[in-house]
């Protein structure tokens, strides 16, 4: 079974544009998170996505946005990106709840701005 | 406001010792608790969870924590560390809709 993938593993921006990062998830599993990953703040919970629905939401301002498909897959999209936007973003994928069943995580998307 | 401390940023210990890393956490009602293991360049892999029952939980790789109301605390134990353990472990909660994730401990075993 394939795991959860994410897509670009690496990827350079400058200050003012806007990214897409697009996950995967297993097979079978309906709900997505996001998280960032960074140095300073460590790891911080984005949202969650279940059958296409937000269900839960971290403290990030509104520039940080996702979506997810009717086949699970779902982007995340950050506008207007600032220098603090560096970081590692990782995505889990769960049967049913980002609690009550293992997530799995991808290898994340290391993005860097300039 | 709720929140989980790792005071140790990083432990070093000898193959075959044993480890314990410390997680304390402040929620107001029955946390779900967790510990999530990372190795260099990958995403992060959980080791066990608590949800409710037993305070010992038993996870994969040979891992165990202990939750303690009393000390607000989610301890990871092992008895005798391997070379491939060494990685970065975090705790993290769940509060119901989100997770709070603790800064991390990284682990470094030598021979």
């Known amino acids: 079974k394939a795991g959860v993938t994410q897509t670009p593993r690496y990827l350079i921006k400058t200050r003012g544009q806007q990214v897409t990062l697009s996950c995967s998830p297993i097979?079978?599993?309906?709900?997505v998170s996001w998280y960032q990953q960074t140095p300073g703040q460590g790891l911080q919970f984005l949202f969650e996505?279940?059958?296409?629905?937000?269900?839960n939401k971290g403290n990030f301002p509104g520039r940080f946005s996702g979506r997810q498909f009717s086949n699970s897959r779902s982007e995340m999209n950050v506008s207007t990106l600032e220098l603090g936007d560096s970081a590692l973003y990782l995505c889990?994928?769960?049967?049913?709840?980002?609690?009550?069943?293992?997530?799995?995580f991808g290898d994340g998307t290391r993005l860097s701005i300039l | 406001a709720q929140s989980v401390t790792q005071p140790d940023i990083h432990i070093t210990v000898s193959e075959g010792a044993s480890l314990e890393l410390r997680c304390n956490y402040s929620?107001?009602?029955?946390?779900?608790l967790f510990w999530y293991v990372q190795s260099p360049g990958q995403g992060l892999q959980l080791l066990l969870k608590?949800?409710?029952?037993?305070?010992l939980v038993q996870g994969i790789k040979g891992f165990e924590a202990e939750f303690k109301r009393s000390q607000s605390s989610f301890n990871l134990r092992k008895p005798s560390v391997h070379w491939s353990d060494a990685a970065e472990y975090f705790c993290?909660?769940?509060?119901?809709?989100?997770?709070?994730f603790g800064t991390g401990t990284s682990l470094t075993v030598i021979p």
């Open positions: 889990a994928s769960s049967q049913t709840g980002a609690y009550n069943q293992p997530q799995h």
């Open positions: 993290a909660v769940f509060t119901g809709n989100q997770f709070y």
């Open positions: 996505y279940f059958s296409e629905t937000q269900r």
């Open positions: 929620y107001g009602a029955t946390p779900y």
């Open positions: 097979s079978g599993h309906r709900s």
């Open positions: 608590y949800f409710s029952g037993d305070t």
